[in-house]
């Protein structure tokens, strides 16, 4: 059972579209963070959301913590080609990163 | 390099035989990671150092697997006889401080097992 579960599992849309993805957990995090790994690549941190209902803003991508510290979601404003890739939420818990599957996100042109 | 550098990036074995990964970190970062992500997954942690301590090796899937820092900079990644289940990449991520945040990944290397 994953312990962080984001949805949805792909996600394929045109370019200039606008989207959410979602990261739900029972279980209560300090902190989120959101990932971007291109094939062949590693995962590239995007951004870390630490306070209950925290928004924080990346250009167009806007990332909210739940107020629970449950949930995060990843929206996106008019996507384009570049923003193609997958998308991982991943909390702590001890010593590790417990990272979502991902949701696999294809913008076409 | 600016970046974390992981070796050889691609790595075909057959079943039995044994294999190492290397993973060079940023220098000057205590932290150390390693992670498993099957196709289709997100990455699943398999051990931690800090410096050259291991500290927590929870995560590794059987005692086939065995990983070392001798001097606090370079990792290995030992897997012996290698199975088919095996195959994975395999990343490794490092982090300036004692906390897990802020983690800066290599590219991984892709094993597979025949």
């Known amino acids: 059972t994953q312990l962080l579960e984001q949805s949805p599992q792909f996600l394929s849309i045109q370019e200039g579209e606008n989207l959410t993805v979602y990261c739900n957990s029972s279980s209560v995090f300090s902190s989120l963070q959101w990932y971007r790994q291109e094939p062949g690549e590693g995962p590239v941190l995007l951004v870390t959301?630490?306070?209950?209902?925290e928004v924080k803003k990346l250009k167009r991508l806007t990332f909210q913590f739940g107020d629970a510290r449950k949930d995060s979601s990843l929206h996106i404003t008019a996507a384009q080609p570049g923003d193609t890739g997958l998308y991982l939420c991943?909390?702590?818990?001890?010593?590790?990163?417990?990272f979502g599957a991902g949701t696999r996100l294809t913008v076409k042109p | 390099g600016a970046g974390v550098s992981q070796s050889p990036r691609y790595k075909v074995a057959k079943r039995g035989q044994d294999v190492a990964l290397r993973c060079d970190p940023i220098?000057?970062?205590?932290?150390l990671f390693w992670y498993q992500q099957a196709l289709g997954q997100g990455p699943e942690f398999l051990t931690y150092?800090?410096?050259?301590?291991?500290?927590?090796k929870s995560g590794l899937p059987s005692d086939r697997f065995f990983a070392e820092r001798p001097e606090g900079s370079v990792s290995t990644l030992k897997i012996q006889r290698t199975q088919q289940e095996d195959s994975a990449v395999y990343l490794c991520a490092s982090s300036l401080g004692l906390a897990i945040y802020e983690q800066y990944f290599g590219p991984g290397t892709r094993l597979t097992v025949t």
């Open positions: 220098s000057g970062h205590v932290s």
């Open positions: 959301v630490v306070t209950g209902g």
């Open positions: 150092f800090q410096n050259e301590a291991q500290l927590d």
């Open positions: 991943a909390g702590p818990s001890g010593n590790d990163m417990r």
